[in-house]
Structures are given as structure tokens and as C-alpha cells.
T-cell receptor
Framework: QQQVKQSPQSLIVQKGGISIINCAYENTAFDYFPWYQQFPGKGPALLIAIRPDVSEKKEGRFTISFNKSAKQFSLHIMDSQPGDSATYFC?????????????FGKGTMLLVSP | NAGVTQTPKFQVLKTGQSMTLQCAQD?????MYWYRQDPGMGLRLIYY???????DKGEVPNGYNVSRLNKREFSLRLESAAPSQTSVYFC????????????FGDGTRLSIL
């Protein structure tokens, strides 16, 4: 059972355009939603994260939009650049008081063409 | 400051061989994790250790064992490797406390023939 569904699998955007990646979850016990960015040959790195009591969070060109009632959240990359070409993973946390385990989506390969 | 270091970076095994993947972190984190990454499957949690002295199964633990050697080190062992275990393995660590980010190593690429 896939608990976090991510789409699209791949995405090609022109330089300067907006990249949009969507995720949906089923488990209402999830309480923290990070996005990770992964470059080839490297491990994932935290990009931006949001809690469900906030509808939007922006950090530079990266914005998370969160719709709690629909159980959906999305990553928007404004003014996309070739350096943004990477694989992006959404994730959801269902944790206890001290530590967290993350459930990841299957990933989106983003290619930003020059 | 190296962060999370995984060794080896690459390994080829024959079916039935055993292997231990090593992971060490220098950030004084309490929690450590092992994931596998397969094409189109995302990252799946194999085992985790919430704190030194404890380990728990994740989503796909079959065929693996782990050891939390000390606070810094968390190893993953394949006792009898199978071709289905061909994957990229990532170790991660995080600070104690909710919403602390997980910091990943650069992975071990394992092929089993």
C-alpha cells in the first residue's frame, strides 16, 4: 500500500518556467511533510518542509502548498534553472516524540532545459 | 565535517555471499536509518535505530540485519545476498526531536550477480 503518491514521474520545464510536483497522502496521522532533492550520485538532501497547520511555506524560489482537507501537497519551483535538474522526493512523517520515520513518494525527475 | 560516511561506495557480490555495509556519522545524532533506493520505487526504509542500543524494522527488513555499534556507527548486513537486493543503499541520521531533518550519506551501490 503506497501511502504517499507522487506525480509526475518525470518533468521537463524550460528555463525560467514553473515546475510543479504533486503529492497525496492517505494517513491522517502524518504530521510533517518534507521535500528532498537528490542529484545524481548523491544522497537526498532536505529542501523545504511544512507542517499541516500551515497552508503555504516559501523559501526563495521554492514553495510548498498544503491542502489538509484534500490530503495533498505540492512543490512549486519558480524561475526554474538548469541547476534545479534533479530528482525530487516528497515525504511524510509519522513520528513519536523523539524520532521520526519518513515515508517517501516514488520521486520526480526534473529536467530544466536551458 | 564529513556528515554521514558510507563504505564501500560500490560493491559487486555473487548470490549467497555475505556483506556488511558500514555507516558512520559525526554529527552526534541519536537516530540512524538504512534505506534502499530502486528505480521508480523511491526510498524504502529497511531498519532504523531511534537511539543507541535500539533497532527496529522498517518497511522492507527481510534479508537484512543491522547493528548499532555505538552512537556514531550503524551497519547493515546481508547474510546471503540475493539478486533482488541489488540496489543503492543509503544511510541517514537525525537529531533527537520531532521534525528534525534526516541527513543522508552518498550511498553504496550494490550489485548482486
Amino acid at each position: 500500500q503506497q501511502q504517499v503518491k507522487q506525480s509526475p514521474q518525470s518533468l521537463i520545464v524550460q528555463k525560467g518556467g514553473i515546475s510543479i510536483i504533486n503529492c497525496a497522502y492517505e494517513n491522517t496521522a502524518f504530521d510533517y511533510f518534507p521535500w528532498y532533492q537528490q542529484f545524481p550520485g548523491k544522497g537526498p538532501a532536505l529542501l523545504i518542509a511544512i507542517r499541516p497547520d500551515v497552508s503555504e511555506k516559501k523559501e526563495g524560489r521554492f514553495t510548498i502548498s498544503f491542502n489538509k482537507s484534500a490530503k495533498q501537497f505540492s512543490l512549486h519551483i519558480m524561475d526554474s534553472q538548469p541547476g534545479d535538474s534533479a530528482t525530487y522526493f516528497c515525504a511524510a512523517r509519522k513520528g513519536n516524540s523523539g524520532y521520526s520515520t519518513l515515508t517517501f513518494g516514488k520521486g520526480t525527475m526534473l529536467l530544466v532545459s536551458p | 565535517n564529513a556528515g554521514v560516511t558510507q563504505t564501500p561506495k560500490f560493491q559487486v557480490l555473487k548470490t549467497g555471499q555475505s556483506m556488511t555495509l558500514q555507516c558512520a556519522q559525526d554529527m552526534n545524532h541519536n537516530s540512524m536509518y538504512w534505506y534502499r533506493q530502486d528505480p521508480g520505487m523511491g526510498l524504502r526504509l529497511i531498519y532504523y535505530s531511534a537511539s543507541e542500543g535500539t533497532t527496529d524494522k522498517g518497511e522492507v527488513p527481510n534479508g537484512y540485519n543491522v547493528s548499532r555499534l555505538n552512537k556514531r556507527e550503524f551497519s547493515l548486513r546481508l547474510e546471503s545476498a540475493a539478486p533482488s537486493q541489488t540496489s543503492v543503499y543509503f544511510c541517514a541520521s537525525s537529531e533527537w526531536g520531532s521534525n528534525q531533518p534526516q541527513h543522508f550519506g552518498d550511498g553504496t551501490r550494490l550489485s548482486i550477480l
